[in-house]
């Protein structure tokens, strides 16, 4: 099973506050966890990435989470900004073959 | 560097018609993949090339089909178009396949079929 299930579909935070965004996988062949941020009208752009021997990773303001066992990750956004207003698709890859995506959560940051 | 380059960016066909789509990958890149975008789907992978090879198929049927040239430059196309096609192809670039490096997606082809 290849499937990446993504929650919630979509988010509405204010700005300075976190966002959280869940991702769940089946398949244990994953070793290769992205997240990526798509604007209107712009193609998706890598965020931050992470591989499984490592419970977190964090970025300036974006951090991943990893939970090997549960097989969840999720991506938190500290100090939620209104240019952070955008679509994040989690994926997952298994060796050299092709990303899997979930299914996209659109972020609103409101004032 | 430039990006990766997708043409044309916006397209317009009827039902039954066939489409050509081209990507351009980061200069030095090898691997290309593809996607189709739809509000429904999400990202779904079509394939993927590397030096010129075919390295991984998507679950379509076979009315899309690609290649890669030499330059790495990679071409897609969609014979006999239908009304679900509609969406957003979007080609990746990466120095090797697709993981083992990261991928850069370039902006898009938004095909309708009318």
């Known amino acids: 099973q290849q499937q990446v299930k993504q929650s919630p579909q979509s988010l509405i935070v204010q700005k300075g506050g976190i966002s959280i965004i869940n991702c769940a996988y089946e398949n244990t062949a994953f070793d290769y966890f992205p997240w990526y941020q798509q604007f209107p009208g712009k193609g998706p752009a890598l965020l931050i990435a992470i591989r499984p021997d490592v419970s977190e990773k964090k970025e300036g303001r974006f951090t991943i989470s990893f939970n090997k066992s549960a097989k969840q990750f999720s991506l938190h956004i500290m100090d939620s900004q209104p240019g952070d207003s955008a679509t994040y698709f989690c994926?997952?890859?298994?060796?050299?073959?092709?990303?899997?995506f979930g299914k996209g959560t659109k972020l609103s940051v409101i004032p | 560097k430039a990006g990766v380059t997708q043409t044309p960016r916006y397209l317009i066909k009827t039902r039954g018609q066939q489409v050509t789509l081209s990507c351009s990958p980061i200069?030095?890149?090898?691997?290309v993949s593809w996607y189709q975008q739809t509000p429904g789907q999400g990202l779904q992978f079509l394939f993927e090339?590397?030096?010129?090879?075919?390295?991984n198929k998507g679950n379509f049927p076979g009315r899309f089909s690609g290649r890669q040239f030499s330059n790495s430059r990679s071409e897609m196309n969609v014979s006999t178009l239908e009304l679900g096609d509609s969406a957003l192809y979007l080609c990746?670039?990466?120095?090797?396949?697709?993981?083992?490096?990261?991928?850069?997606f370039g902006q898009g082809t938004r095909l309708t079929v009318v």
């Open positions: 200069s030095g890149h090898r691997s």
């Open positions: 994926a997952a890859a298994a060796g050299s073959y092709q990303l899997t």
């Open positions: 990746a670039s990466s120095l090797r396949p697709v993981v083992n490096t990261e991928a850069f």
């Open positions: 090339y590397f030096s010129e090879t075919q390295r």
